[in-house]
């Protein structure tokens, strides 16, 4: 896994001060990341043009303008006159090699956002929102210096961003860039080296991108074996027993040994032939409730000393506080879901919208207060454990669909029934749950949660 930060100024300044590199320096070598990624990507001789405002993103882009002229035809439109001390020496140089200054937006191959950078605290002003609205609906590759302008650190947008088929970040990633609401507008993300290795540039962190390293699957290494090393897997079934079949059936591709489903509703159901039918929660290792529950009851002690999946119904029963509580639970909401768990547990009232655009701090603020692993799912799930944040950047549209969540509840159960500890049965789960989508060959609109249970065998 990476580290992430909600800003690299600080490193910025450590690079400086203690380690002896100068802001010249640090300016060149990000530049030098943008330039070296055009060379990669664009043709030879096309043209580029390089919005710039007037902070250290303009340097960056002016810098990198600066490196490709001659190579490429490139032009500066300078949307701001005031400009940094540092954007007005990087201009300095660029018109002394006859970087040419555009009047206005032209016709470009190639358009380099070096406009705004990750400080932006407020909405944009409408002649910069009018400038984005026409260079999103230009054609041409799109590059975003550090962070596409409209994107905050927090990765909210104000209220329009410039949609990047790339982002170059500066020396270390930010966290901002990977929020849902930033995943259509960022694009592919690149980390511009700025004359020092990632790791002596940063610093410590409670942020983490995850990586497909970071998935550890369960091992088959030992020979004198039975089913009951591998756990006994329990699911709650209760007014709709598909989404607990769904969970049961997940959990035993993922390896429990054994699977067995409790029904705690007076409807009959059919289970598969590989899944058991029990009347209580004796002898299981580990337990799901939440899917399809509806308003089955249950015996809230069946759950609260073992390890625990919390899904869908469970967010809207204020029982769901005490499994909040647990160190062995882990809570799989999404933002709907999440906006009611955030009611009972006393943070307040909250629509889904203001749920995603502040999904960050209140994964931070709730995971610091209630000791569970909280699995908030989204297009870029973040997964929460006493502060730390772990972000999955694998999400697909293809996972859209329903019984999607109650695959992945399966999954995470199946691995805390072989004795996965509650976080990192969260990471690996939602790193297999996402991985059978990447698997996937055909139509990402024909995925099913049939298809996450059968590729969990091709991980």
């Known amino acids: ?35 070296n990624l055009i060379r990669q990507k664009l043709d030879f001789g096309k043209k580029i043009l390089f919005l710039c405002g007037g902070g250290n993103n303009a340097s960056d882009a002016i810098a990198a303008a600066r490196m490709l002229s001659g190579e490429y035809e490139c032009e500066l439109f300078l949307w701001s006159s005031n400009l940094n001390q540092n954007a007005k020496t990087q201009l300095q140089i660029a018109k002394s090699v006859d970087v040419k200054i555009a009047s206005e937006i032209c016709e470009a191959d190639c358009y380099v956002d ?29 590059i975003a210096v550090d962070v596409p302008t409209g994107l905050n650190k927090f990765g909210r947008l104000s209220p329009i961003c410039f949609k990047a088929d790339f982002t170059v970040t500066m020396g270390a990633r930010k966290i901002g860039l990977y929020s849902d609401l930033a ?31 970071d998935l550890e699957l369960p091992k088959r290494d030992k020979q004198n074996v039975s089913k009951g090393d591998f756990g006994h897997a ?30 705690l509703s007076d409807k009959q159901i059919i289970l598969d032939d590989e899944i058991m039918l029990k009347n209580s929660f004796k002898l299981a290792s580990s337990v799901a409730i939440g899917m399809g529950l509806g308003v089955a009851r249950f015996d809230l002690g069946d759950f609260i000393t073992l390890p625990c999946v919390v899904d869908a119904d469970m967010f809207y029963r204020d029982e769901v506080f005490n499994l909040a509580t647990s160190q062995k639970a882990v809570l799989t ?5 999440f906006a009611n768990l955030l009611k009972i547990a006393g943070f307040g009232e909250f629509s889904v919208e203001e749920v995603q655009s502040s999904r960050l701090e209140f994964a931070i603020e709730f995971s610091s207060k209630f000791a569970c692993v909280l699995v908030l799912k989204g297009a870029n799930t973040l997964i929460a ?31 805390l029934a072989q004795g996965y500890s509650p976080l990192n049965a969260a990471i690996s789960g939602v790193l297999a749950h996402a991985k059978t989508a990447l698997n996937f060959k055909a139509n990402a609109y024909s995925f099913t949660p049939n298809d996450i249970i059968e590729g969990i065998k091709w991980l």
């Open 1 to 35: 896994m990476k580290k992430l930060f909600l800003s690299t100024n600080e490193l910025d300044k450590n690079c400086i001060e203690n380690l002896g590199l100068s802001e010249l320096v640090l300016q060149e070598n990000a530049a030098l990341g943008v330039a």
């Open 183 to 213: 995943k259509d507008f960022v694009g592919e993300i690149k980390l511009a080296n700025l004359g020092i290795c990632e790791d002596k540039f940063s610093g410590e962190s409670r942020s983490f991108l995850l990586e497909m390293s």
């Open 234 to 263: 329990f699911v709650a079934c209760g007014m709709m027993s598909g989404a607990a079949k769904i969970a049961a059936r997940a959990a035993l591709k993922m390896g429990a040994g054994r699977v067995s489903v409790v029904n």
């Open 114 to 142: 070096g406009l705004l950078g990750s400080g932006l605290d407020r909405d944009l002003p409408q002649d910069l929102q009018d400038l984005l609205n026409l260079i999103n609906q230009k054609p041409g590759l799109k």
């Open 333 to 337: 909401p999404h933002p709907k879901e």
């Open 385 to 415: 454990q006493k502060g730390n944040v772990y972000i999955s950047p694998f999400g697909t549209p293809a996972l859209s669909v329903g019984g999607s969540g109650d695959a992945l509840s399966g999954i995470i159960l199946g691995l």
